[in-house]
Each structure stands twice: as structure tokens, then as C-alpha cells.
């Protein structure tokens, strides 16, 4: 049996690489050994060696699932480059050419094929596989499995019949770049893996400096014209949430000498195609995009990335934060937000996705997966903690190293107790249930975070006199001192951190989250971040947070 001596030498012999990065090393171990194995790193932290070195070493075939048609005769050339033989059988060949590849593969000579999941429900394939010995499953982008991430592709869901079907059990490793807890629990579950091996490393950039910054939309723009005249000479992607909003920041920024373009799906493929050129080149200095910007970009000195708006989940901000600093070199992303982009996101997730074929209670678990993925998101602009750790630890890494950069440790926002705000807030919603009753449903009917502020700073509003006795709500007035945006900002962490939870109905109403039972203890303590770091000034000198 081969062991990591035997894989250092072939790290050494196929691919010239003196060492193993971390997390390599145990997955290819327990390969070797056996064992099935999960990791978990991101794109460019060298995924594909986990399964290539295993698949020189092992005696039988390695099939390799992927995803990427396009990029398969790409790999396999790659492999072939360094010495390691290896077919691929997918649809851009002719029946000939599979048949050719599959022979080859059967031949004995190959270490691995590289087939599309699709493939392997064929009765071609499931003949061959039936026939040659499979020693290893490696499924690449294997969070397409996942119902939870964005690029569910059904046809993964066959992997695990299709291992079951073998004459002799391979041992099946999967690997992915965008896995937080519960895309791991299904890829574990539905892939079949037994007690894995599992790895998750590489998360944390340390060359990116990580900021939040919240701003009305008027001091966001503000904000990103100076930071952006500032920085003439760097390269930059600013991305907004509108097609719109691209087109009006890209001239705005145009009228001020920046050399900027723009860039949504909305516009001719051969702009799209001269926008990104001159980015590429540096002939433009800045792209405002939408999302629809950045697959498949190669640009190693981008030195920021601004988000004029909040995104939909962790995982769309880390991949597109991420495109800052490609080369190693520091590099700067912010996220500029305000409670308008919650709102925004909200109705977007309740307009639900234009998906006909799904049942009611389909897209009900669709739009409950997506609000889950914004409150990950909302956590991120509210968090007191590093952003570097928010986000490692989103994606399941535990991470001990100090922080590398962000705005919440350099420490220039204070941040204050709002432990009794916080307990009278569930009080009063605790108060509101029991004056208004259940509804129809038969479940508590609950208000809107407007009235609950009203009723805790004890309006006057004559509706608090004349509808359901609200005044005598026991804690109509306990909070008269407290400015309402405060108790808004406090009723917003609360909805973040899972002690409220927003429902939607035809107005959206505050009631329990899964961790409201905390508010009542003892030992429950909750603060906020104290200022809102002014939106002013370029990026350096705010940074002072009185500076702007
Ligand atoms: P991923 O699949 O995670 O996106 P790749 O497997 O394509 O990443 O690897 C990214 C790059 O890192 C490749 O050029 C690869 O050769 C290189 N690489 C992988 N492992 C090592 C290593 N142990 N030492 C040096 N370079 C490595």
C-alpha cells in the first residue's frame, strides 16, 4: 500500500512541488489509507492534487465527476503535461471519440477519467464501470449537490446510486470551494461518504483588509467617489446591486477623469466583451458591475473591491471580495450597506424566484434557505468580531490565527451594552402576543418593529390609547429615554442574531427567534457597535472613525 512517503515522491516526481500545502496532506493520507475524505478549501488552494496524487498511486481507476465540460480537455492536458495519463468522455466529442476514451481508459494505461455527473447514469458508463476496477470517486464542485448553494445541479444526486451500483466500493473523496455547515452535511449525506476525512482549510486571505461600513445611499456614493479619485492608478471593482445603479456610478465616476467602465448582463456582448478587455489590460481602472462580473476574470492587481450594496450570502460576498489581491499583495474590500438593502433583499426573497415548475412548499424551502444565506450576511455587517474570523468560521474553519486586517479590530468603533434594551424589546414582543391573541392560523400575532418602538418609548399616538389597550402593555414606556433608532438598530441585531426573527405576512411583524429563551437568563448580554464610522473621507484617514 502506498503511504506519504510514496505521495512526497510523486508530489515530487509528477507535479516538481517540494511540499504539501495544509490540508493536503491528511486527505491524501486517508485516501491512501482507505478512508473517505471531504475537503474543503478554496479555489486556487490545489484541490485537484488530493485526488491526482492518489489516483498515480492507487491501484484501479480514478473517475473524476465534474462539473466543467469545458474545462476537462483543459485538466486532462494539464495531467498529460506532467506524465500522468488521463481520458475524459463528455459531450463535446463524438460517439467514436467516448467509445476511444473509454477504451483507453479500460486499457490499464490510464490512471483516471474525468466525466460530467450526468455521465454516470448512462448504460455506457455503468458497463464500463461494472467492468474495471473503480479505486477512487473523486467528486470535484462537489457542493452541486446542494440544494442550499446556487449551483444545484440535479444529475449529482446519482453519484451515490451510482457507487452503490459497483461491484466493489471505491473510495469516494469530495472536494469543494464553497462549504459552509450545511452544504457539508449534504454532501456527506447524499454523496454517501462514510466517516470522512475531513479537511477545511485555506479560507482566510491575510493580504485583504476587510471593512464594513454603514452609510445612507448618499454618503455611499460620497464615499466611493473619494476613495476612488483618491486612487487613480489602482485597479478596482465596484459592484452594485442594480444594472442601473452600474450605469449611473460608471458616468458619475467617467465625469470625474476616472477611467471607468461598466458591466451588467444587460448590455451588448461586445461591450461586456471591450469593458472587460480594458479592465484586464488596465486601460480602464475601475469596472462597476453587477454580480454578473467576474466569472472567469483573471486579474491579479485588483486592489479593491467595493460593495455599494449588501449581497445575498457570505458566500457571493467572499467570491466577489475575493477577486481583490489575486497577486499577494494587500488589498482592500469594503461593504457599504444600509437597512435599505435589507429591505431590498427581503422583498427580493419573498418575490420569489420565477420557477414555475416548483410546488408551494418547494419554494417555501427555497425562500427559507435564502433568508438563512441574508441572515449570514446581515450577521457579517453587524458583527462586533474580526471579519476575517466571521467569515472562516462561516465556512466551517476553526482558525486561530490573529487578525490580518479589518475594520471592527483595529478598533475604532466602541461598542455599548444594549443588554436592557434588548430585554425589554422581548418583553414587549412577549406583551404584544399576549394583547393581540392568536390569529387565524393559530399562531401569536405579532407588529412591526415601528409599533413595538412606539409602544416601548410610550407614544402618544392615539392608536396606542384606542386599539387592543397597547398603553397597557406592562412595558408600554419602558424605554421612553431611548432614541427610536437605537431601539430599531437594536431590534435589527436582535433579527440577526436569531433572538427575533422577521415574518412575513402581509406586513413584516417581529416575533421569537430560536434564540429568544437567551434574552430571559440570567447571564444574557448583547451590545452593538456604538458609531457608525462616518462615510466620509477616503479610505485611510476614516479609518480614525472621527476623523470624517
Ligand atoms: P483548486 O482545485 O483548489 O482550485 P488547483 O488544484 O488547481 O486548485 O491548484 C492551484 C495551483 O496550486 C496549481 O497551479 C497547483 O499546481 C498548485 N499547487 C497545488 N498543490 C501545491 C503544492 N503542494 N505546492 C505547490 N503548488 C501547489
Redo the contacts with the bound molecule.
Keep these: 500500500m502506498a503511504d506519504m512517503n510514496d505521495a512526497r515522491a510523486a ?1 515530487k516526481h509528477y ?1 516538481g ?5 495544509p490540508g ?1 496532506e491528511p486527505l491524501i493520507e486517508a485516501i491512501l489509507q482507505g478512508r473517505d475524505a471531504l475537503g474543503v ?10 485526488y491526482q496524487i492518489p489516483a498515480v498511486l492507487l491501484g484501479g481507476l480514478t473517475v473524476v465527476v465534474s462539473p466543467l465540460v469545458s474545462l476537462m480537455a483543459d485538466q486532462v492536458a494539464g495531467l498529460e503535461d506532467n506524465g500522468i495519463h488521463a481520458v475524459y468522455v463528455n459531450s463535446t466529442q463524438s460517439l467514436e471519440e467516448q467509445s476511444a476514451a473509454l477504451a483507453e481508459a479500460a486499457s490499464g494505461r490510464c490512471d483516471a477519467v474525468y466525466v460530467a455527473p450526468e455521465r454516470l447514469g448512462t448504460q455506457q458508463f455503468t458497463n464500463f464501470a461494472a467492468r474495471n476496477r473503480i479505486a477512487l470517486l473523486a467528486i ?1 464542485e462537489a457542493h452541486c449537490v446542494s440544494q442550499w448553494g446556487q449551483d444545484f445541479r440535479p444529475a449529482y444526486l446519482g453519484i451515490g446510486d451510482f457507487s452503490a451500483g459497483l461491484p466493489y466500493r471505491p473510495v469516494i473523496a469530495a ?1 469543494t ?1 464553497t462549504a459552509t455547515e450545511r452544504v457539508r452535511h449534504d454532501i456527506v449525506n447524499l454523496v454517501g461518504l462514510r466517516n470522512p476525512q475531513v479537511s477545511v482549510t485555506g479560507f482566510d486571505r491575510t493580504n485583504l483588509y476587510f471593512d464594513v461600513i454603514k452609510a445612507t445611499p448618499t454618503a455611499k456614493r460620497q464615499w466611493i467617489e473619494r476613495y476612488v479619485t483618491a486612487r487613480p492608478d489602482e485597479s478596482g471593482i465596484i459592484y452594485c446591486a442594480t444594472r442601473k445603479e452600474t450605469e449611473a456610478l460608471a458616468d458619475d465616476l467617467r465625469g470625474r477623469g476616472i477611467a471607468a467602465v461598466c458591466y451588467h448582463a444587460g448590455l451588448p456582448a461586445d461591450e461586456r466583451s471591450r469593458a472587460q478587455r480594458d479592465f484586464v489590460n488596465d486601460d480602464a481602472h475601475v469596472v462597476v458591475a453587477t454580480n454578473a462580473f467576474g466569472m472567469g476574470i483573471d486579474k491579479s492587481n485588483v486592489r479593491y473591491v467595493v460593495h455599494h450594496n449588501m449581497p445575498d450570502s457570505i458566500e457571493a460576498y467572499y467570491q466577489e471580495a475575493g477577486r481583490a489581491g489575486r497577486d499577494g499583495e494587500p488589498a482592500r474590500c469594503t461593504l457599504l450597506w444600509s437597512d435599505g438593502d435589507i429591505t431590498t433583499r427581503r422583498r427580493f426573497i419573498e418575490m420569489g424566484s420565477d420557477n414555475e415548475r416548483l410546488s408551494a412548499d418547494e419554494a417555501e424551502i427555497i425562500r427559507n434557505r435564502r433568508r438563512v444565506l441574508l441572515d449570514g450576511m446581515i450577521g457579517y455587517c453587524r458583527t462586533t468580531d474580526c471579519l476575517h474570523r466571521y467569515i472562516t468560521s462561516y465556512f466551517g474553519e476553526t482558525d486561530d490565527t490573529p487578525c490580518s486586517g479589518c475594520s471592527n479590530c483595529d478598533s475604532e468603533f466602541e461598542t455599548v451594552d444594549v443588554t436592557k434594551i434588548a430585554v425589554a424589546v422581548s418583553r414587549c414582543v412577549h406583551d404584544v402576543q399576549v394583547l393581540l391573541g392568536l390569529g387565524e392560523n393559530g399562531r401569536p400575532r405579532n407588529l412591526g418593529a415601528g409599533k413595538l418602538t412606539q409602544i416601548l418609548r410610550g407614544s402618544d399616538a392615539q392608536e396606542m390609547h384606542d386599539w387592543r389597550h397597547l398603553d397597557s402593555a406592562p412595558t408600554y414606556g419602558s424605554l421612553r429615554d431611548v432614541p427610536a433608532a437605537r431601539i430599531r438598530d437594536v431590534i435589527s441585531q436582535m433579527t440577526s442574531d436569531g433572538y427575533l426573527a422577521v415574518e412575513d405576512g402581509k406586513y413584516q411583524t417581529i416575533t421569537f427567534g430560536t434564540r429568544a429563551a437567551q434574552t430571559v437568563r440570567n447571564d444574557f448580554h448583547m451590545v452593538i457597535k456604538q458609531v457608525e464610522r462616518p462615510a466620509g473621507r477616503d479610505g485611510e484617514s476614516s479609518y480614525g472613525g472621527s476623523s470624517g
Excluded at 512541488?17 to 500545502?21: S, T, V
Excluded at 478549501?41 to 488530493?50: D, E, F, H, Y
Design positions: 508530489l507535479f512541488y517540494d511540499g504539501f500545502r493536503q478549501m478554496p479555489t486556487g488552494a490545489g484541490k485537484s492534487i488530493c470535484d472536494f470551494a
